[in-house]
């Protein structure tokens, strides 16, 4: 089973529309969890940290359920630039994070 | 110069060549990294290093062989690879802390292709 499992997509969606994105991790001792962009050929940038209460950053909300394993990722209101690929990323306490492959989302005008 | 730089941004070499990449963090970071990226898998961690010091080789093949001079500077030096060690090598960067999240910084990457 992978650590982090994550759904290739692609999301395409209009743009104005509300997309979620889950992630499931196999490591119980998890620590920290966070969701990072990567634009087609580029390098990947921290989006956001990921909280237990759950936390939003404008159009962006992040949930983590630990006892069931899984982050989700709500983008709201969805404008052409959100179109890029999500990493669901986790660190288990190793000076070093684990990576999904990562969601493609395609924003449509 | 500010953030993580990388150098070359393309390279082409044969499997008999011999060629360094290197990466530079202008943040005062203690922690560098290398990552290997694959077309359509994720990011593999290859070598960490944290105040210089290696912490970790993620069983990464001796031909791949790290070099990390100083806290601002590392080196992935390169002999005798082979095609499907084609891919986007990327270097990143973070303050670690003994508990604390660390948020990593990355470079824009090298393209490598082996021929």
């Known amino acids: 089973r992978k650590e982090v499992e994550q759904d290739p997509g692609p999301f395409n969606v209009p743009e104005g529309a509300t997309v979620a994105f889950n992630c499931t991790y196999s490591n119980s001792a998890s620590q920290s969890f966070f969701w990072y962009r990567q634009d087609c050929r580029k390098e990947p940038k921290l989006l956001m940290s990921?909280?237990?209460s759950g936390n939003e950053d404008g159009r962006f909300t992040a949930q983590l359920n630990r006892a069931s394993q899984y982050i989700s990722l709500l983008i709201r209101d969805s404008k052409l630039s959100d179109s890029a690929t999500y990493l669901c990323v986790l660190n288990t306490g190793r000076r070093a994070l684990t990576f999904g492959s990562g969601t493609r989302l395609q924003v449509q005008p | 110069e500010t953030g993580v730089t990388q150098t070359p941004r393309h390279l082409v070499m044969g499997m008999t060549n011999k060629k360094s990449l290197k990466c530079e963090q202008h943040?005062?970071?203690?922690?560098m990294y290398w990552y290997k990226q694959s077309a359509k898998k994720p990011l593999e961690l290859m070598f960490v290093y944290n105040f210089k010091e290696q912490t970790e080789n993620n069983s990464v093949p001796s031909r791949f062989s790290p070099e990390c001079p100083n806290s601002s500077h590392l080196f992935l030096h390169l002999h005798t690879l082979q095609p499907e060690d084609s891919a986007l090598y990327l270097c990143a960067s973070s303050q670690w802390e003994s508990g604390g999240d660390n948020e990593q910084f990355f470079g824009p990457g090298t393209r490598l292709t082996v021929l």
């Open positions: 990921v909280y237990s």
């Open positions: 943040l005062g970071h203690n922690a």
